[in-house]
């Protein structure tokens, strides 16, 4: 199909046309990936590669475009209940009637492909309601590569015409973060007794959170988790302190307070200028990665196996790692 | 001091030295952070750099070397135990008669610097040890930052003679995983009811994993745990099946299986030749991590704020990521 084709019916909100514009996206980080490990590279499946380029470009300046849409981050350890929860607002979005899309950013395992998509099973409820998007995206790429990816998923979703795009991670390490914080606003869940807050202050992700939820609150430990949490976050000193929030996202209970507690956080970033900063930050990196991407194909398309040469000469002392990256750099020439 | 100088002393095993050499190259990646974020870059703090290029070039080839240090990865979800059990391996491979390196990677907090250190004070019992190195290195940086340096502290750590260096993770994620996989031998630990078997698939580990470790093993649901992962290693058509072992590692039970597995694996490395295999792509990774953090480094110096220009024009729909992308390398010439 004809790419200004596809990009128009994806603007009409068919999710077959959105669909496919993420696969697009999906097979460029695969390729990126794959060429990681042989010596080809995202430059190697030029096809793909230059359909995706025409739809971005189309995306990005073609046409009227809607209004922004709302990113909301989901982030927090495995088995916190982000699925849940996913699913949860989702639900609490559609009855405002927004339009939802769901971003979910996946790693796989050729181990267990199988086994994960019990988790997708729940959401799979809203598989017929034209008014939610949801694809999730694999992690399997090289570092960065979601990095890479998940700014062009989101674009295709915004100009489906979601109001609201949930972006949730599976992990609680540095990437999984950097993902997260491509939203507007991120949520960090939590459970008690699962990852209690040192634990997930360890992960890092403290730091990143803008709501923080409290999940399978009707469990023993959830005052205890409340309490730390509240410690931590009357350190800060930024503006907006993060609201700690308890659900039971199975039940739906504490999902009134949670809307709120997102509402609250838009309304702080319009306010600020925050939206405004975090949407060229989104932009800023979006061009860098797909700048580095591309540089990292060159090195290994244009110049054949040199990085394996170089490698060699390091492994026999006979390069230093700062040299053999000025050669590499000096052969982009 | 002298740059040569203090390579000397690490190369005598001198802990000062060897801290201040690790400490050279965690500023790096601090600096690289800092730079993604204000404009200046790795390139920024230039005597830093400098001299961490000059330190890397005389330890890459200058003097005799000794033998390749074994380099053991831990990873596994926040709470399983991995700072236990790498203490049990401390202890294990002293009594042995080796020198052993730590290089715990451990994403620290503005929040909770602090209350991390709990878990570290464990292993102050090898503090006055001359024959065991740790070093904590932050994972703050830059995503992809420390697929950079973790290579550069193990060279650091193999100079002062190190036979076994063990790199301890935090977080289940894409990054943690990568680091983990700059490993000769890439240890996974679970524990029972904290991270079952899928939830380490969904973290994506276990593909990575050459041992699978089950700690904690005196508590509940340790057989179901163990029968899990059977039945997912089981599907492995690779050469190398990774063996189950199953711990208590604050008691130090199963630690005898556990060097058993190590070293089934060591042999299966050297006899496969996946040894070198490993070592030579540790190299490429580490030169091209170095190039293209270079790059980016003349990305934000060189052209000013070409990269806030790029991403207001594309906020503001006059170019694509792509042409963005594309202006951006034009610009490096």
Redesign the interface.
Known sequence: MDVRELVGQARQGRPRAVARLISLVENAVENAANGSQSGVSAGGDRAATSAL?EA??E???GGA?PHPARVIGLTG???VGKSTSTGMLIRAFRRRGSTVGVLAV???????GG??L??RVRMQDHATDPGVFIRSMS??GH??G??WAT??ALRVLEAAGCDVILVET?????????IARLADTTVVILAPG??D????????I??VADVLVVNKADRDGVQTTVRELRT??A??EAPWRPPIVTTVASKAEGVDDLLAALDKHQAYLEESGEARRR???R??D???A???A???SR?AVLHGDS??V???R??A?????????DD??AALR
């Open positions: 380029r971005m470009a995306l990005a300046t475009r350890s495995p088995g996946d790693p796989s395992s050729p181990f267990t086994a994960l019990g988790d992690s399997r570092l960065g979601l990095a700014p062009q599976v992990g609680v390490g540095q990437a999984e973060v950097e699962m990852g807050g040192v634990q997930a202050a360890k992960a890092g403290l730091e931590m976050t350190l800060v949407r060229l930050a932009a800023r979006e061009i860098e797909i700048a580095l591309q540089l990292r090195f990085l394996d170089l490698a060699e390091l492994l002392a006979e390069t230093d790692p700062y040299a053999a990256a590499l750099i």
